[in-house]
């Protein structure tokens, strides 16, 4: 049995529809698994990082997990901790941890620890382990189709950024590959697209996708420290974060592990986006 923690969210949902499509036992695990739906064949489990007890049913039986966390960079009580001690008392024998590029080596120092910690988390657990470290989710665009509906002007943070944003697909399929390929085990896989673009650009190939012409508007600094605060991350280390996102070329780097792992080049962002807005014309 392969559990999936995280399993509503963008990669965890991939995670266990690929795993299904290749015939793999899927557990998925939820806080609120009456209020979603899962394909036919996926076992579904609540549970709750702050709730050990429902931690330790829903690892109960399992041989290998995904391990993710919504939880705001910071947090005081890591839950990817909480998730490995359930793991290893129920004798699972891999993980594939879903971490942030580079491990947040090159980010503020708050940061760089607090990432240090949720990694070493896995890596220290005497459970054989792979880590995946991607940059930005293409994905992170999907808030912008609200605001579609609305009109033609799209709030956009950090719009002039550039970085190699990766499909949440791509790093499904990988962490699907690690479960079935033993030459991926105890293994720090870098991801990210295939190419460098800047969310206005990216909003450039929605228009063009939709048949719109699109405008832009970024919001302030400020604004974006409190949205992020609004997210449930301290005050401190949102601003830490942001300084460091405005200053630095933080995942704008290529690489080429998708390619190499999955043996088919990484998705592109028009690619991408032609799946997930075409609906939006």
């Not at 949720?118 to 890596?123: I, L, P, R």
């Amino acid at each position: 049995m392969i559990l999936v923690t995280g399993a509503t969210g963008h990669v965890g949902a991939e995670v266990v529809g690929q795993l299904l499509e290749r015939g793999l036992p899927v557990r998925a695990m939820t806080r609120r698994p009456e209020g979603v739906r899962f394909p036919e064949g996926v076992e579904v489990v609540q549970g709750d990082c702050d709730e050990p007890e429902s931690l330790r049913k829903a690892f109960e039986g399992v041989e290998r997990a995904f391990l993710m966390t919504a939880q705001a960079t910071g947090s005081r009580k890591l839950h990817t901790v909480e998730q490995v001690r359930a793991a290893r008392e129920a004798g699972v024998g891999h993980l594939v941890k879903l971490s942030v590029a580079e491990g947040g080596e090159s980010s503020h120092e708050l940061v760089a620890d607090w990432h240090r910690e949720d990694e070493a988390a896995v890596t220290e657990s005497g459970i054989e382990w792979t880590m995946l470290r991607p940059g930005r989710f293409m994905s992170n665009t999907l808030v912008w189709k609200h605001m579609l509906r609305r009109g033609d002007t799209v709030q956009v943070a950090f719009a002039k950024k550039a970085t190699a944003p990766i499909a949440p697909e791509d790093i499904a399929a990988v962490a699907v590959e690690a479960f079935t390929n033993s030459d991926l085990a105890n293994e720090t896989l870098e991801l990210s697209g295939p190419e460098v673009l800047t969310p206005e650009r990216e909003l450039a190939i929605v228009g063009e996708i939709l048949g719109r012409r699109l405008t832009l508007a970024e919001p302030t600094v400020e604004q974006t420290i409190d949205g992020i605060v609004r997210g449930g991350m301290a005050r401190d280390i949102a601003e830490a974060m942001v300084e460091h996102v405005m200053n630095g070329d933080y995942g704008a780097d290529i690489s080429p592990v998708v390619e190499q792992v999955l043996g088919r080049p990484a998705t592109t962002f028009r690619s991408w986006a032609e799946k997930h807005f075409k609906e939006e014309s």
